[in-house]
């Protein structure tokens, strides 16, 4: 029950951080699969939370990252690199660590729609150390 309180909390404190900024909401397919949350904080940076589902962990999971964006790196494409801790909890087991998100970001002309191409090696480190790889393709709606 502790961990679950602490990974509320955790989400709490996230969301409050996000919804303080211009925002994009919109989907991610991949490991994890489920909602994501995209808040501008410059033109140049923004904060990401995933609320999605892992099929590989079999857990629910929260993926929150701060990225940076050098813009129009290949054409209209830009890449995103950043960040970022991810938290799931499995029966009774918290499961923490550290990522490193990524990514490819495409602004589809003249709408308010995004795609993107991720991936994100990381660190678990609880309740075991090891290797994590995560990431996956997304579509975001900017507000």
Do not use: C
């Not at 961990?3 to 991949?30: C, E, N, Q, R, Y």
């Amino acid at each position: 029950m502790k961990k679950i309180v602490v990974s509320l909390f955790a989400l709490m404190v996230l969301t409050a951080v996000v919804f303080s900024a211009p925002l994009g909401l919109g989907v991610k397919v991949g490991e994890p699969t489920g909602l994501y949350i995209r808040s501008y904080t410059s033109s140049t940076s923004f904060a990401g939370i995933t609320a999605a589902w892992s099929f590989t962990n079999d857990n629910f999971t929260i993926q929150a990252d701060f990225n940076g964006v050098s813009p129009n790196l290949f054409g209209d494409i830009d890449f995103s690199y950043g960040g970022g801790i991810h938290l799931g909890v499995k029966d009774d087991d918290l499961n923490l660590g550290i990522r490193f998100p990524l990514a490819l970001n495409y602004a589809i002309p003249e709408t308010p729609l995004i795609t993107f191409l991720e991936i994100a090696p990381g660190f678990s480190f609880a309740p075991e150390t090891n290797f994590d790889l995560s990431g996956g393709l997304g579509l975001v709606y900017s507000f």
